[in-house]
């Protein structure tokens, strides 16, 4: 009874993470866990980590993680499917109100109050990394904390897509050899 | 006509892979690399479009990437649209995490890996801030000095007060609202 379970598990951890990441994370600790015992408070701590060094959403990554310890490919496959259920159903819907309304002047107005509030959120997104990768933190920022190999990085990766519009997914290929060359000369 | 939509959905899987493949990070990550792609290349989308879909993603609940996903599959290719993005965001992950599950001591603990993994966050970040600045620049282009108070004062509640971002798009949602009815009350009386 192991599948039809994280299926249910992970529905709800779909369906409840309303805002990403951040929001999942304890989310998927109460179902995996607390509640039904699938993974120990260490394995959890695994999980969040590799979850950060992997490319991909957390929710899914959780969902495939938690999956394969409990019940091998199907859990897996089942707990990933059970994660994305609820966006199917959510997210289409809004894609066919988008579709259907976009021109009515009500959400032209709240959508055109939108815009720039996403791009504010964007910017701060960017902004909070930066300050990561620069002082190892925000509430970090001091002379002694700043990490100058990648600082010099990122300055290079921003100044090729700014001015030579380099392909972003290169960009960042190029950043993590630097990062590696970098490292073994021992500068980062 | 049928080979060209075949055409068209396989771009779409493939993009969605590819961006899948290599975005570390939160949801605002993926939507930066869609827009470089979607819009800037493909033009597929026009820019206000990716920001709406940017908006509805990080208001529906699950993953902003698969949300995002699914309404750009929707715009670019009906049901079968999203389907293929849906696949194509999704794969990545879970044939990742597959592996990495079986050994992951291994992978988390060794140096190269860290290394890699620190540089290419260098690049995220600049991606993200790249994309960012056109974006804003354009805001700014717009002339209307309401879409500049709504981007500082979502910029100022997620960035310095941490607010949690479901209530900023809430609160700008209720502006554009109250900005519309207004706007009428207002043209009614003239």
Not at chain 1, 22 to 34: E, K
Not at chain 2, 79 to 91: C, E, K, P, S
Not at chain 2, 170 to 184: D, F, P
Request: charged share 10%; hydrophobic share 55%.
């Amino acid at each position: 009874m192991i599948l039809p379970q994280l299926f249910l598990s992970f529905v709800q951890i779909g369906l409840f993470s309303i805002g990403g990441g951040y929001v999942a994370i304890p989310l998927i600790q109460s179902q995996t866990v607390d509640l039904h015992h699938w993974l120990t408070a260490e394995q959890f701590m695994d999980l969040a980590t590799i979850a950060e060094m992997t490319p991909g959403p957390i929710a899914l990554n959780g969902a495939t993680f938690v999956g394969m310890r409990v019940a091998g490919l199907p859990g897996a496959v089942i707990a990933t499917f059970g994660c994305i259920l609820p966006s199917l159903f959510i997210a289409s819907l809004l894609a066919y109100i988008y579709r259907k309304y976009r021109e009515l002047p009500m959400l032209q107005g709240v959508l055109a109050s939108l815009r720039p509030a996403v791009v504010a959120l964007i910017g701060a997104a960017g902004l909070n990394m930066l300050l990561q990768i620069a002082f190892g933190g925000r509430q970090q920022i001091s002379p002694e904390n700043a990490q100058w190999a990648a600082m010099a990085l990122f300055a290079g990766a921003f100044f090729s897509l700014r001015k030579f519009r380099l392909n972003p997914i290169l960009t960042m290929a190029l950043c993590g050899a630097g990062g590696l060359a970098l490292g073994l000369l021992g500068l980062m | 006509m049928e080979q060209s939509r075949r055409k068209r959905l396989l771009t779409l899987f493939f993009s969605m892979l590819y961006i899948s493949a290599f975005t570390f990070g939160g949801g605002f990550v993926i939507v930066t690399f869609m827009k470089r792609k979607f819009v800037d290349e493909l033009h597929w989308l026009d820019e206000q479009e990716m920001l709406d879909m940017t908006a509805l993603a990080q208001s529906s609940p699950g993953a902003i990437a698969v949300n995002a996903a699914i309404l750009t599959g929707w715009k670019v290719g009906g049901f079968a649209g999203m389907a293929a993005a849906v696949l194509g965001t999704v794969i990545p992950p879970v044939v990742i995490i597959s592996v990495i599950s079986l050994f992951y001591n291994l992978f988390a603990e060794n140096r190269f890996v860290t290394l890699v993994l620190k540089g290419m966050a260098c690049g995220v970040a600049a991606v993200i801030l790249d994309v960012s600045l056109s974006l804003g620049k354009n805001v700014l282009k717009s002339g209307q000095w309401t879409h500049y108070a709504v981007m500082a004062a979502a910029f100022a509640a997620t960035f310095f007060f941490r607010v949690n971002v479901i209530w900023i798009i809430l609160a700008a949602a209720v502006v554009g609202a109250v900005l519309v009815l207004y706007s009428r009350k207002g043209g009614g009386q003239a």
